[in-house]
């Protein structure tokens, strides 16, 4: 039995298909995701990663930045709802590299003791860029 993920934004859907795993990063901490998983929804935590495996062996995980959202599991359906999102193949890096110095220069020094959402975001960019290789 597998998983049926749904990753979506505003503009619509990222990502569909089955999958064996879903791994991504709440409000209250990382969760695994697999099948026959226990009903929740959750708070995705701004500027983080979700992490997709397809069930099909030959095809490579999914790596995806996630700006804010929710993610709801019930019945072996995981529907990833992002405020913003972007697959790590999509990730134009120079672009983004960029983008996080900009916003790294206007942080006041030294800097708070949780960074800022757009600079978490930037480097969850990045991430699921290199991460997809």
């Given at each position: 039995?597998?998983?049926?993920?749904?990753?979506?934004?505003?503009?619509?859907?990222?990502?569909?298909?089955?999958?064996?795993?879903?791994?991504?990063?709440?409000?209250?901490?990382?969760?695994?995701?697999?099948?026959?998983?226990?009903?929740?929804?959750?708070?995705?935590?701004?500027?983080?990663?979700?992490?997709?495996?397809?069930?099909?062996?030959?095809?490579?995980?999914?790596?995806?930045?996630?700006?804010?959202?929710?993610?709801?599991?019930?019945?072996?359906?995981?529907?990833?709802?992002?405020?913003?999102?972007?697959?790590?193949?999509?990730?134009?890096?120079?672009?983004?590299?960029a983008?996080?110095?900009?916003?790294?220069a206007?942080?006041?020094?030294?800097?708070?003791?949780?960074?800022?959402?757009?600079?978490?975001?930037?480097?969850?960019?990045?991430?699921?860029?290199?991460?997809?290789g």
């Open positions: 039995m597998t998983l049926s993920v749904e990753l979506v934004q505003p503009e619509g859907e990222l990502w569909a298909g089955n999958a064996e795993m879903v791994i991504a990063r709440t409000l209250d901490g990382e969760i695994g995701v697999l099948t026959d998983h226990a009903p929740i929804i959750g708070i995705l935590y701004e500027g983080s990663m979700v992490q997709i495996q397809p069930d099909d062996q030959a095809q490579p995980p999914v790596f995806a930045a996630i700006s804010g959202g929710f993610l709801s599991v019930a019945n072996n359906r995981v529907s990833i709802l992002a405020r913003e999102a972007v697959l790590g193949r999509h990730v134009d890096t120079a672009a983004t590299q983008a996080l110095t900009d916003a790294l206007g942080l006041p020094q030294p800097p708070g003791p949780e960074e800022p959402a757009n600079v978490r975001y930037y480097r969850a960019l990045l991430d699921a860029a290199e991460q997809t």
